[in-house]
């Protein structure tokens, strides 16, 4: 059973910084493409970032140049790198990713971010 373990959520002030960890366990498959998304409270799941097996990335406009998202091949593991940290960043974060053609979801980590 694929599954996807996020860590590295917590509290912090604006402009502040945090690194999000998801860790896919279960698999010998490498996931194709790894994304993260974000829910705020009374709002839609939106895409935050992504990245291919490749290496070939995406973000949303909001978030470009303040996060960075990276993959460990060998661990099967995404990063979410997250600089300048503003109020509207906070949301529970989750990592999603496709595994031998099917899709998983973590369990999702709080990102609080103070004014």
């Known amino acids: 059973q694929v599954q996807l373990v996020e860590s590295g959520g917590g509290l912090v002030q604006a402009g502040g910084s945090l690194r999000l960890s998801c860790a896919a366990s279960?698999?010998?498959?490498?996931?194709?493409?790894m994304t993260w998304y974000r829910q705020a409270p009374g709002k839609e799941r939106e895409l935050v970032a992504s990245?291919?097996?490749?290496?070939?990335?995406n973000y949303r406009g909001s978030v470009e140049g303040r996060f960075t998202i990276s993959r460990d091949n060998a661990k099967n593991t995404v990063y979410l790198q997250m600089n300048s940290l503003k109020p509207e960043d906070t949301a529970v974060y989750y990592c999603?990713?496709?595994?031998?053609?099917?899709?998983?979801w973590g369990q999702g980590t709080q990102v609080t971010v103070s004014s």
């Open positions: 999603y990713a496709v595994v031998a053609y099917r899709a998983y």
């Open positions: 279960g698999t010998n498959f490498s996931p194709n493409v």
């Open positions: 990245i291919s097996e490749g290496g070939s990335t």
